[in-house]
Every structure is written in C-alpha cells, then in structure tokens.
C-alpha cells in the first residue's frame, strides 16, 4: 500500500538555523499538508496547498515558514530560521484525488522529529 | 469554535477485554468525525470516519464508533483488546467542507496489558 514518507526521521539544528523537511506524498495525490505537534500539545494544523499554492494557513504559520513542491513529487516546508518553539514534531498528510468532500481521508507521514538547540 | 477534547490520556485494559476511548466534539456545523491511531515511528493511520451517513462506523481492526449528536459525542470501541491494540489514538474532526483543516483532540495512548 502507497504511503507517505519524510526525511529526516530526527532533525537537531542549532537556533538561528535554517532547515527544510521533506514530504513524499502518495503519488497521485493533489491536496497536502503540514501538521506539527509539540511536545505534551495537540497536533496543531500549519497549512494546505494545493495546485502549486497554499490554499489554507494558521496563525502559527508565519513568514519564517514556507511551503513549496519543487519537482512534483516533493513537498518541502522550510523554517527560515528556527527559534527554540519550533522544537516538535511536524507531520505531512495528502489526500487522494477526487478531492473536497468532507469525508475525504488525509494520509499521513511518520513525522519528522525537530530539535532547535 | 471548533474543538476536540479527549476524556483520558492514558486507558489501560487487559487483553481480551473492551477498549472504550471517549471524544467529544465541538463544532457550528455537520462536522466529520475520524480516529486515527499511530504506532511508535509509525504514520497516523485512519480507524475509521464519519462523513452523515449511518451513526455507528465500523473501522478496521475490530474497532467502531458512534456519532451522537445530542451529547456531541464519537466514542471509540472495541469489544476485545489485542496487544498490537496499543498505541496513541487521535480523535479528529474536519469541522467543515470548506477548509481540509483538521483539528485533534490531544490524543489517548491506549495501554493493553496481558
């Protein structure tokens, strides 16, 4: 069965510190999205995107995030420079085509574990 | 405001014997209703969902829920407990057919002892 897949596992990066997280979602999939979940938190909804723009974002996604799909397959969020609160784990999902119903099921990824020193 | 609050963070039964994860909800619209469980180093994988059609869903592994409306309730069941039935699990709701956004509750991590 097709599944979601990020890289990497565990990210430690110092503050100040750029990174990027990596999405593959399934591969006929048009919707995507980012969760993150801190520590002992809810899994907090960041943003969706579909047809190449963000369709969707919270208040937690602000300019230091950005979402992009580079070459079709992957979905990248990057944190431009990451403060001690980005700390968690950061989830992506995608959903099948026909897409928009309410009952349509977001698949996700294991998660990517961030750690801002 | 849409919300999800989950009753118990922790549940712990003995195997063979039933699984009751409680959920309520909080929502202005018909909202769908989904519980996801995750593994260790696993991704959130869909039990089961419930889109306006019949009130009890069934789900994979043995497990359903009901949708009340009156007491804004999605309790998750299993009539018998399995070992591999220990995990987190996450009750959802997208409040809405105009946002994909999802909202969790803060998750239950269900304990199954021998």
């Known amino acids: 069965e097709p599944e979601v897949t990020q890289t990497p596992s565990h990210q430690v990066t110092q503050m100040g510190q750029e990174v990027i997280l990596r999405c593959v979602p399934i591969s006929n999939h048009l919707y995507f999205y980012w969760y993150r979940q801190i520590l002992g938190q809810k899994v907090e909804f960041l943003v969706s995107f579909y047809n190449n723009e963000i369709s969707e974002k919270s208040e937690i996604f602000d300019d230091q995030f950005s979402v992009e799909r580079p070459d079709g397959s992957n979905f990248t969020l990057k944190i431009r420079s990451t403060k001690l609160e980005d700390s968690a784990m950061y989830f992506c999902?995608?959903?099948?085509?026909?897409?928009?119903?309410?009952?349509?099921?977001?698949?996700f990824g294991p998660g990517t574990r961030l750690t801002v020193l | 405001a849409q919300s999800v609050t989950q009753l118990d963070s922790h549940v712990s039964v003995s195997e063979g014997t039933p699984v009751l994860l409680r959920c309520n909800y909080s929502?202005?619209?018909?909202?769908?209703l989904f519980w996801y469980v995750q593994h260790p180093n696993k991704g959130l994988q869909l039990l089961l969902k419930y889109t306006s059609a019949a009130t009890l869903v069934k789900g994979i592994n043995g497990f359903e829920a009901e949708f009340k409306k009156s007491e804004t309730s999605f309790h998750l069941t299993k009539p018998s407990a399995h070992m591999s039935d220990a995990a987190e699990y996450f009750c959802v709701v997208r409040p809405s057919s105009n946002t994909g956004k999802l909202i969790f509750g803060q998750g239950t991590t269900l304990q199954v002892k021998p």
């Open positions: 999902a995608s959903i099948a085509p026909p897409s928009g119903g309410p009952g349509d099921t977001q698949y």
């Open positions: 929502s202005s619209y018909s909202p769908s």
